[in-house]
């Protein structure tokens, strides 16, 4: 059963305008949630995190929103560049020294 | 620098046959962990440890085994009872203790079983 969802495979966002990429969990247990980054082939690479007492953390162009109530989060890219393009993953983990587990990823495309 | 090292990137192996995929880090992380990815779907988890000389199974352990004999290294060997081998394999480490941290991943071995 998939705890990590993630509803959109693909999005496309003209270079400049904001991306959101949006994220659903069903365990309320879950108090970490971040944000991976991912390009063909390679490894994943950690973009943002945000814990369960936050509702807001912003890095530079990136801001990730929890709504716990509506077990909801996204990642919110602006303005969004080229090299932005790949695949977002997020992940959430319950507790300290426990698994993460995974959404299927979202594919964003950044049009120049 | 620090990271992780996968080796190979590209490994052909025969049906059948048992093969090991390699994962070192020198992050001196205690956590270690491996992950694999189908085309379409996320990461998967195979199997984590903790600690040295301790391993959990994930949620597609069957047909994989692990040893953390050593902190720097967490070798995954996938055996021929493994129905659907051929995938994205991909480890990662995290430090381990009190509060969060995020993983650091390695580039990824892509495994083809014909």
């Known amino acids: 059963d998939q705890q990590v969802k993630q509803n959109s495979p693909s999005l496309s966002v003209q270079e400049g305008r904001i991306s959101i990429l949006n994220c659903d969990y069903t365990?309320?247990?879950?108090?970490?949630f971040l944000w991976y980054k991912k390009y063909p082939a390679e490894g994943p690479t950690f973009l943002i995190s945000?814990?369960?007492?936050?509702d807001k953390n912003e890095d530079g162009r990136f801001t990730v929103f929890l709504n716990k109530s509506a077990k909801h989060l996204s990642l919110h890219i602006v303005p969004s560049q080229p090299g932005d393009s790949a695949v977002y993953f997020c992940a959430a983990s319950a507790g300290t020294g426990n698994q993460f587990y995974f959404g299927t990823g979202t594919s964003l495309t950044v049009i120049p | 620098d620090g990271g992780i090292t996968q080796s190979p990137k590209y490994l052909f192996r025969k049906e059948g046959q048992n093969v090991t995929l390699s994962c070192e880090q020198n992050?001196?992380?205690?956590?270690m962990y491996w992950y694999r990815q189908d085309p379409g779907q996320g990461l998967r988890l195979i199997y984590y440890?903790?600690?040295?000389?301790?391993?959990q199974k994930g949620d597609i352990a069957e047909g994989y085994s692990v040893s953390r004999e050593k902190k720097e290294s967490f070798p995954l060997t996938v055996t021929s009872a493994q129905k659907n081998p051929t995938a994205f394999y991909l480890c990662?480490?995290?430090?381990?203790?009190?509060?969060?941290?995020?993983?650091?991943f390695g580039p990824g071995t892509r495994l083809t079983v014909t």
């Open positions: 440890s903790q600690i040295v000389n301790d391993f």
């Open positions: 945000i814990s369960s007492i936050k």
């Open positions: 990662a480490s995290s430090p381990r203790g009190r509060g969060h941290y995020e993983q650091y």
């Open positions: 365990n309320s247990m879950f108090d970490y």
């Open positions: 992050l001196n992380h205690d956590a």
